[in-house]
């Protein structure tokens, strides 16, 4: 039976998937690496081991947003070699207009500030020492890279848009934790391989746990901290420290009602827990997706997988899925509220600050580019993108951040609306 599964599995695996015929846009790998991951989902499986506001407008915003860029022609599917032809019309696949396997990062250096600065509001991108990050399955890195549903299972946490350390930029691995690493090589707590959270040695500062919800957030913030404090390459009391935090899809997922105010309230627990433990910090909190567009993807397979992942948040299993949206947006409503209070802005050297790009952002129907072959999770490619994003938001200023990534954005420099760092 085990040899049967094995061999489902690397059926499943090898197959060759759909690309774009001209742009690509998944990081090359060697037969070796691919090899250990599929063999480190195999351990997995089997039981064994697991193989801003307030910002200085010349340091950390810039004055405007740029212009999307016009998309690309979409181009047909290539055809699978090998497979004889039955008739069956492919799926439909997107290009898009710029290159990802490659990033010209061509901003402008900011030399770190010296003396180091004591007041959060004074920051630089070359100032941020560690970088870290908690929430879901889609922070852990379920399904980034995956080129099966099999390897969905997979944590690529060196993928993932936050923290993600995977190789640089000029490899393609667009992560926000690799831009920070062109300002500050010396940057530490970025992932440096797939797992879970307890393998410290590839999660590093990456404590999210598949299937974590809002009320997760207080247990992750104090293993972040405990953490943070063993760890010998990190001067607490001193680095300035960067964290993401992005929860809620399995609040909304969970089928239970759990209400904005609950939602807000658990996550302010986690908040209130680093402003008192936590010194010189920057917290990013990204508003939750839009779990109701998974109605736009609509052939069988991703209908079974919405099934059993978000069943209420979609029309073809709940006539009611509208009341997901709307709970949505009042999440979206109690975080902000929640916030912009300023409770956490007592102190000089801490900030929270709401970046909001995933609030309206909105899919084309049935474009299953940015998602994993389960149809719910981020791709490799929709974690890039997502870490686009949320380095643009980071520096513009409160009140002017996007709501939405659209195709055609670009890296944004600080300082410089509208430069392109992507190479075409």
């Avoid at 105010?261 to 680093?274: G, W």
Wanted: hydrophobic residues 35%; aromatic residues 10%; contains cysteine.
């Amino acid at each position: 039976m085990k040899k049967q599964f094995v061999a489902i599995f690397l059926a499943f695996c090898f197959v060759p998937k759909f690309r774009c015929s001209d742009e690509k846009y998944h990081n090359d790998e060697s037969a070796e690496t691919r090899w250990n991951r599929y063999a480190e989902f195999l351990r997995f499986y089997g039981g064994g081991d697991a193989i801003s506001s307030g910002i200085d407008p010349k340091d950390f915003t810039h004055p405007g947003l740029s212009e999307n860029q016009p998309n690309a022609p979409i181009p047909p599917p290539p055809a699978l070699p090998g497979l004889p032809d039955l008739n069956i019309t492919a799926p439909k696949f997107f290009c898009f207009n710029y290159n990802l396997t490659s990033i010209n990062f061509t901003c402008d250096h900011l030399e770190r500030s010296n003396p180091r600065p004591t007041s959060v509001h004074r920051l630089r991108p070359s100032d941020i020492d560690v970088i870290a990050a908690m929430g879901d399955s889609i922070t852990a890195g379920n399904g980034a890279g995956a080129d099966c549903l099999l390897e969905v299972i997979i944590m690529g946490r060196d993928l993932t848009f936050s923290i993600g350390g995977r190789a640089s930029l000029e490899d393609g691995a667009l992560t926000l934790a690799n831009i920070l690493r062109t300002y500050n090589p010396n940057i530490t707590g970025y992932s440096l391989g797939s797992g879970p959270a307890s393998s410290i040695e590839k999660a590093r500062l990456n404590v999210a746990i598949p299937g974590a919800r809002s009320r997760d957030m207080l247990d992750q913030a104090e293993v972040l901290i405990g953490r943070m404090k063993n760890m010998t390459d990190v001067d607490y009391d001193n680095d300035w420290k960067m964290v993401t935090l992005f929860i809620g899809g399995n609040d909304l997922c969970a089928c239970s009602d759990i209400s904005a105010k609950e939602f807000a309230n658990n996550i302010k627990e986690a908040l209130d827990l680093m402003h008192s433990e936590m010194p010189r910090t920057f917290v990013n909190v990204v508003q939750v997706i839009l779990v109701t567009e998974i109605n736009k993807l609509t052939t069988p397979d991703c209908h079974l997988a919405h099934g059993i992942y978000c069943p209420c948040a979609k029309e073809f299993y709940n006539t009611d899925w509208k009341d997901v949206f709307e709970l949505t947006k009042a999440y979206h409503r109690a975080v902000e509220d929640m916030i912009l209070y300023g409770q956490f802005d007592t102190r000089d050297d801490f900030t929270v600050v709401i970046q909001p790009f995933f609030e309206e952002t909105y899919i084309r129907e049935n474009d299953h580019n940015i998602l994993s072959p389960d149809c719910f999770h981020l791709s490799e490619f929709g974690h890039q993108i997502s870490a686009m994003s949320l380095w643009n938001n980071l520096i513009e200023p409160a009140g002017q951040k996007r709501k939405a990534w659209n195709y055609g954005d670009v890296v944004e420099c600080p300082g410089k609306p509208g430069k392109r760092n992507c190479k075409r």
